[in-house]
């Protein structure tokens, strides 16, 4: 069994977020600073490592679901809105945050549109992992 499914998952994610900070194609936006990361927070994001912790958490999604887009990821980083005295109803995350991680793993090499699947409609499916992003995740100790 590799160091993925070993370690507790925020233990590896910070340990992953930290192997990402010294890949140069993954680089913090200017905008990620003043951008909310869904429409049910109320303020911008505190943490200085965000985006590091975001994409490390993405990467792993990627490694265990096997093909994921960017609409199922924005369902899993949703939360609940607050609306006050009416009822709280669940919102999805923002898609730009999303969808420029990966451009930016594609662009490291660690994931790849994934070509056309049996069973599922000729559009673009999803991001799965290379075999570099593969190694990548599983060295991560």
Known sequence: ?????????????????????????FKQPE??????SGPSKERPIDDEDFWYKRAASILRQIYKKGIVGVNRLRTKY??????????ERFRKASGKIIRTI?????????????KEIKGVRSRKPGRQLTQKGKDFLEAIK
């Open 1 to 25: 069994m590799n160091s993925v499914y070993e370690l507790d998952s925020q233990e590896y994610n910070l340990k992953l977020a930290e192997a990402l900070k010294k890949v140069p194609e």
């Open 31 to 36: 905008w990620s600073k003043y951008v909310k």
């Open 78 to 87: 949703g939360s609940k809105k607050n609306r006050g005295a009416r009822p």
């Open 102 to 114: 990966l451009q930016q793993a594609d662009a490291a090499g660690f994931t790849e549109v994934a």
